[in-house]
């Protein structure tokens, strides 16, 4: 199976998370707006059809169209090996993921905390106040949750013994946050060193590795989720 | 098979998505939280256990637990017979139910845009600000979205002729926006013809009128989601 994936070129931003398990896995895939054309077929797929999905990410497998980062790596999951065999820890898989997105969203409204229509620099003192409860209060709780699954789970991947693509996610939360918290990100991550591992040994794992160092790899930037403003970083 | 739903005791919240959809099906569930003790149940549930909830709501199914509203009712649907038989119309729903949850969130920040750590006082003109262009955009894009499904669909209900869980969801979004935006639901609901009919329609099912009119339906109120603060509704 060759699937398309359909996401907004030029950044790593929600799409990375679903690149990342494609790529981990070997797959077969085309990232359909960054080729010629591709923005105009991705913008055509959510103007038409019964079942148009609300925003980039989405992907297409044969004639089926799944959106939502979570739900595409629900689907994929188990064909790119990276879910469990039982239905009740596929469930487990997926709540992890569906914390990633609430995450990912928080992360998003540092930047943009009185929503994506504005300029940054037009809600500036509002990105500050909301990223300094961020880093404070919601960061490390979401990590330091993450932190006791993996502990729960016996390691050294968030389900245990297997990687799954929840710890794909962790690699791109850490990596994330690292380039737009370096300073924040250096304490938070002392409570957190089982994560740091997972992050480690993903970053060793030949295809990503392989992709990390290809021009597939969108570099981090300021227009993606993760945003280095330094002001911000506390 | 009876449920147990856990979630915050004196408001609607992201459970009500659940109890909507238990109450219409008739199913046998406690409202642990809600009952004496219940609390304190609802915490210990989250402080242990290999696999703990990051948050309420989550459901108890014999020795499974769920989280997250979405993957609750992916869960729950085809047990309560809300949703339909074919894997790719679940995936479908599922996806849907998502984009409720991301409403859901922009609707919980109209009254919380620097996080929910402070009072709705301590961010009173940002709160404005955020709900000026909530109402303006963000509400407006997300019913017209379910609209265009729903025309979509060929009706009477969002997945065509049978209802299912997002329906449900669809009811609590047009009752919970009309209690805290009244002014602004006026005018919004113009474009949305049809989903004010899946929302009558909803309200006139026989076990939805009872749970409506029980105690085990909460009222509105200012520690919810849905919050009337006159001075947000445009």
Chains 1, 2 share one sequence.
Do not use: C
Request: hydrophobic share 40%.
């Amino acid at each position: 199976m060759r699937y398309q994936l359909y996401y907004w070129p030029g950044i790593q931003g929600r799409g990375e998370f679903v690149r990342l398990a494609l790529e981990d896995a070997g797959a077969s895939y085309e990232d359909v707006a960054r080729k010629a054309g591709g923005m105009e077929k991705m913008t055509a797929m959510m103007d038409a059809g019964k079942r148009p999905p609300f925003a980039p990410p989405f992907l297409k497998a044969g004639k089926l169209v799944v959106a939502q980062v979570a739900e595409i790596l629900f689907f994929l999951g188990p064909k790119l090996k990276l879910a469990p065999r039982l239905d009740a820890d596929r469930l487990w898989l997926h709540q992890l993921q569906l914390t990633v997105t609430d995450f990912v969203k928080e992360i998003h409204d540092t930047h943009h905390p009185l929503g994506g229509e504005l300029y940054y620099e037009q809600a500036k003192p509002e990105a500050k106040r909301f990223t300094q409860n961020f880093l404070k209060e919601r960061a490390p709780k979401y990590l330091g949750y993450f932190e006791t699954v993996l502990t729960g789970s016996g390691g050294p991947y968030l389900l245990g013994r297997k990687l799954a693509y929840i710890d794909l996610s962790v690699f791109q939360l850490i990596e994330g946050l690292r380039y737009a918290f370096p300073k924040a990100m250096k304490r938070i991550e002392r409570d957190v060193p089982g994560l740091v591992r997972v992050h480690d040994a993903v970053a060793e794992r030949p295809n990503i590795k392989k992709y990390l160092n290809s021009p597939r790899r969108i570099p981090f930037n300021e227009s993606g989720i993760f945003r280095r403003y330094p002001e911000l970083d506390a």
